[in-house]
């Protein structure tokens, strides 16, 4: 079955930078166009990164996040990063990783997550 594990989470100050790692199994990672989402109080899940499939030539960022955030993928680990950099309050939330469909649809199975909190 599919299984995401999120970790790299952490308390930092404002301006600071965290590396989120994310591990998948049980599809074909290579395959699959990934996205880091995050979640803050009060608000729906956000796409904040995508990478595309394979050589992860491709990515997208939120403007919310450009200039600030590297999303990458290792194939031969089946693992994610996103490095975070100059890191804001705004940026507190759980973040997931998992695939990104076109159609924009969530995935049913989710990770834990892992918390990022930015204090002022």
């Known amino acids: 079955q599919v299984q995401l594990v999120e970790s790299g989470g952490g308390l930092v100050q404002a301006g600071g930078s965290l590396r989120l790692s994310c591990t998948a199994s049980?599809?074909?990672?290579?395959?699959?166009?990934m996205g880091w989402y995050r979640r803050s109080p009060g608000k729906q899940r956000e796409l904040v990164a995508t990478i595309s499939s394979f050589n992860g030539r491709s990515t997208n960022y939120a403007d919310s996040v450009k200039g600030r955030f590297t999303i990458s993928r290792d194939n031969a680990k089946n693992t994610m990063y996103l490095q975070m950099n100059t890191l804001k309050p705004e940026d507190t939330a759980v973040y997931f990783c998992?695939?990104?469909?076109?159609?924009?649809?969530?995935?049913?199975?989710w990770g834990q997550g892992t918390q990022v909190t930015v204090s002022s």
């Open positions: 998992n695939v990104a469909r076109q159609d924009g649809v969530l995935p049913a199975t």
């Open positions: 049980g599809f074909s990672f290579s395959f699959a166009t």
